[in-house]
């Protein structure tokens, strides 16, 4: 499970190896967005803005349909 960090303090908390994680993990209380983007971000070589945008249209089998249940 992806912890989601929002203010800067948790960041310094989170990389400081002796401190306690505990405080950290918490429920989300935002919302985030689901969109398909190219295959290109499972490739480390690819390291850009670009890999990230939403792929529109979607293309039927771009993706793993157990992957797809995820969201």
């Known amino acids: ?3 989601i960090l929002s203010i800067e303090d948790e960041y310094v908390s989170w990389l400081d ?3 306690t994680k505990n405080s950290l993990m918490k429920p989300f209380g935002g919302s985030l ?3 398909f983007v190219s295959t290109l971000v499972n490739t480390p ?3 850009g ?3 990230v945008k939403e792929l529109r249209p979607y293309v039927p089998g771009a993706i793993k349909t ?6």
Request: hydrophobic content about 45%.
């Open 66 to 71: 157990e992957q797809y249940k995820l969201f």
């Open 45 to 47: 070589k690819f390291d």
């Open 33 to 35: 967005e689901a969109y």
């Open 49 to 51: 803005p670009e890999i």
């Open 1 to 3: 499970m992806p912890v």
């Open 17 to 19: 190896a002796g401190a």
